[in-house]
């Protein structure tokens, strides 16, 4: 199978402070991962898609700024978020495609439950 | 802009009956139409996919109906047990390298 782990699962912090949530490729190279945020009871919403050695493309409205995506190999890919406020509380989901895959299947993290206090 | 939209967001469903999803999508370049199976606090799960060159794909109890001139297409899940109780969303992409689109989900739940 194709698995994608997030670490940590559950992160609450301090207003104002930075997290860094890790998404990896177990067994598997991704060469695209994408960043995914949900609100409760609500759609997944892409915020950006991360491409390994190259820069992040984000979406509309998303602060590139406020959310720092690396992708320096091509098995992990790092969201972090800066001088986080409550509002930025959320479930935080990356996903990954395979390597050379023909198709469009992406792979799931189980996802990181963000609370800032 | 809801470029695929999904109905209804809630569904009850008694034990062995079938459940029903709808999306409909807009954009006419949309070539792959996954539906995925998300459980509380966990990510999501693909559980069928098609292409538009097929008007049905079926996987054990689960079958995609696709309607392309509509731009519609369907989840069916026959004989629904309690533990298919979860949110399911329907999304669309274009291509083998563009991002998906996901509908707004949809709450199944699957009553003894």
């Known amino acids: 199978g194709a698995v994608v782990s997030q670490h940590p699962s559950r992160v609450i912090c301090k207003s104002g402070t930075s997290v860094k949530i890790e998404c990896r490729s177990l067994?598997?190279?991704?060469?695209?991962m994408f960043w995914y945020r949900q609100f409760p009871k609500q759609s997944l919403m892409l915020m950006a898609t991360?491409?390994?050695?190259?820069?992040?493309?984000?979406e509309q409205g998303v602060e590139k700024d406020k959310f720092l995506i690396n992708h320096a190999s091509l098995t992990l890919s790092t969201l972090t978020v800066t001088s986080a406020h409550p509002e930025d509380s959320s479930f935080y989901i990356c996903?990954?495609?395979?390597?050379?895959?023909?198709?469009?299947?992406?792979?799931f993290g189980p996802g990181t439950r963000l609370t800032v206090l | 802009q809801q470029q695929v939209k999904q109905s209804p967001q809630s569904l009850i469903v008694q034990k062995g009956g079938i459940s029903i999803i709808n999306c409909a999508y807009e954009?006419?370049?949309?070539?792959?139409f996954p539906w995925y199976q998300q459980f509380p606090g966990k990510g999501p799960a693909l559980l069928i996919a098609?292409?538009?060159?097929?008007s049905e794909k079926k996987e054990g109890r689960f079958t995609i109906s696709f309607n392309k001139s509509a731009k519609q297409f369907s989840l069916h899940i026959m004989d629904s047990q309690p533990g298919d109780s979860a949110t399911y969303f329907c999304?669309?992409?274009?291509?083998?390298?563009?991002?998906?689109?996901f509908g707004i989900g949809t709450k199944l739940q699957v009553i003894p």
């Open positions: 098609i292409r538009p060159d097929v």
């Open positions: 954009n006419t370049a949309f070539d792959y």
């Open positions: 999304a669309a992409s274009i291509g083998g390298y563009q991002k998906v689109t």
């Open positions: 067994d598997f190279q991704a060469t695209t």
């Open positions: 991360s491409n390994e050695g190259s820069k992040a493309t984000y």
């Open positions: 996903s990954a495609r395979k390597r050379g895959s023909t198709t469009d299947t992406q792979y």
